[in-house]
């Protein structure tokens, strides 16, 4: 499982379609996840991935360090599946998505690391799995982190 996390002052997510455009999903502070799932990946990828959201330490505390993380601040997660943070580029110039998980498998895992956020007392939003999204956001700092659970085990 692949996540990228942008900390952020405030994002949104709207989905687009023939009929219009409608945010789904929207943060005042936090991070925005971008989450992409692999064939391999289990409830074990996503306890990890959850976990480390929760308790990264990326918040400036009262002397300006990166020392809290979004449960000491009270942030919100902005929460987006990313099917491409799979993609496969090396090779042409169309990426291959082959890496990514089985749409049933990702879905599940996606909202499964949403629930394990919510675990955490974490307030969640979330984008709509299998649809076009917009995702606007303002990066804080900036500071953006990448984590790939296949890395570890």
């Known amino acids: 499982?692949?996540?990228?996390?942008q900390k952020t002052v405030g994002a949104k997510v709207d989905v687009v379609s023939e009929a219009g455009t409608e945010t789904c999903g929207k943060i005042d502070g936090g991070f925005v996840v971008l989450l992409g799932v692999t064939h391999d990946d289990t409830d074990k990828d996503a306890q990890y991935i959850a976990d480390?959201?929760?308790h990264l330490r990326v918040f400036e505390d009262g002397e300006?360090?990166?020392n809290l993380s979004l449960k000491d601040i009270g942030g919100s997660v902005l929460l987006v599946s990313q099917f491409?943070?799979?993609a496969d580029a090396t090779s042409g110039r169309r990426p291959s998505f082959s890496k990514a998980a089985p749409a049933e498998q990702a879905k599940r895992l996606y909202l499964h690391t949403a629930e394990l956020l919510r675990g955490h007392g974490i307030h969640?939003?979330?984008g709509r799995f299998q649809?076009?999204?917009q995702v606007s956001l303002c990066n804080d700092g900036p500071v953006t982190i990448l984590l790939d659970s296949g890395?570890?085990?």
Do not use: D, N, P
């Open 131 to 133: 649809t076009h999204m």
């Open 124 to 126: 969640v939003e979330t």
């Open 151 to 153: 890395r570890l085990f």
């Open 64 to 66: 300006g360090k990166l």
């Open 84 to 86: 491409t943070l799979y």
């Open 52 to 54: 480390k959201i929760a």
């Open 1 to 5: 499982m692949r996540a990228v996390i």
